[in-house]
């Protein structure tokens, strides 16, 4: 049974960091493209970081590129969203997500939730004075 958990939200002043994982039980995550998306309260999800298979590279959406750092542990099965430097428009709820397999060479702000056919449950992140 395909599962993804995140761990790791919470509360953070503006300029500092947090550290989200995602582990995923019952299949391999680097054999799969896998991302990292955003909710707001009433948006859509927004794609802000990917870790591409294959080429073991990783791509990240404008309003993070710099702040934010995608990474995973082959060990633990786990994927990493190292968040530094955070904004109050960082707060949202962040899920990590696997892709059919692959994911586009393009900004994860413009992939489709369609493209991922598994989700977590979401993990709140706050930022706030």
């Known amino acids: 049974q395909v599962q993804l958990t995140e761990l790791g939200g919470g509360s953070v002043q503006p300029g500092g960091g947090l550290r989200i994982s995602c582990t995923a039980s019952g299949f391999t995550s680097s054999d799969y493209c896998m991302a990292w998306f955003r909710q707001i309260p009433g948006g859509q999800r927004e794609g802000v970081a990917a870790?591409?298979?294959?080429?073991?590279?990783?791509l990240y959406a404008d309003s993070v590129k710099g702040r934010f750092t995608i990474s995973r542990s082959n060990d633990q099965n786990t994927v990493y969203l190292q968040m530094d430097n955070l904004k109050p428009e960082d707060t949202a709820i962040y899920f990590c997500?696997?892709?059919?397999?692959?994911?586009?060479?393009?900004?994860?702000?413009?992939?489709?939730?369609?493209?991922?056919?598994?989700w977590g449950q979401g993990t709140q992140v706050n930022v706030s004075s």
């Open positions: 997500a696997r892709a059919k397999l692959l994911c586009a060479d393009y900004s994860p702000a413009y992939y489709r939730e369609f493209e991922f056919i598994y």
């Open positions: 870790f591409r298979t294959g080429t073991s590279s990783s």
